[in-house]
């Protein structure tokens, strides 16, 4: 999945997520704000392991050496990752990574529905997959993610906007 589509994804699924729970939590609109920005930094957080992505071209300096030892799509895209940033935020009381772990999850559901997949138990290489994009950046994308923004849409309408 492409980077902009990602940030579409984890945005929408992020605005989606606190609609739904608006009605247990009750936050400000500056805990809203920051919320959503860590939701969309840890969107983007997998992809440090290339070079060629967006982070990767920021902090080369870190997405070198993590795709020469793991590869592209490696650890970074597993449960793994996930699950240690989110131990990490319980172990030490630090909700915000909480959100950062949301993201992270989000970018791992998008991969997960291309062709390529994720490693989503690494170390076992096994790649798993739901196609439904296809390969990255094919026509199908911008389409299915028509689909889920209208589905994100409904809900908020269905919810009382």
């Known amino acids: 999945m492409m980077f902009r589509n990602h940030l579409i994804v984890s945005a929408a699924g992020f605005a989606t997520l606190v609609k739904v729970t608006s009605g247990a939590f009750h936050w400000t609109a500056s805990e809203v704000f920051i919320a959503g920005v860590l939701t969309l930094l840890g969107t983007v957080l997998p992809d440090i392991d290339t070079p060629h992505s967006r982070i990767g071209r920021t902090l080369p300096f870190i997405a070198y050496p993590i795709k020469f030892v793991f590869g592209h799509r490696g650890i970074s895209h597993s449960l793994l990752s996930v699950g240690v940033i989110i131990l990490i935020a319980l172990g030490y009381d630090i909700q915000w990574l909480l959100w950062i772990s949301f ?14 997949g994720i490693p989503a138990l690494w170390p076992y290489k096994k790649r798993f997959r739901f196609v439904v994009f296809g390969t990255t950046n094919s026509i199908s994308e911008p389409l299915i993610l028509l689909v889920y923004l209208a589905g994100c849409a409904g809900l908020w309408l269905w919810l009382g906007w």
């Open 103 to 116: 993201g992270y999850a989000m970018h791992l559901v998008g991969d997960y529905l291309t062709e390529s």
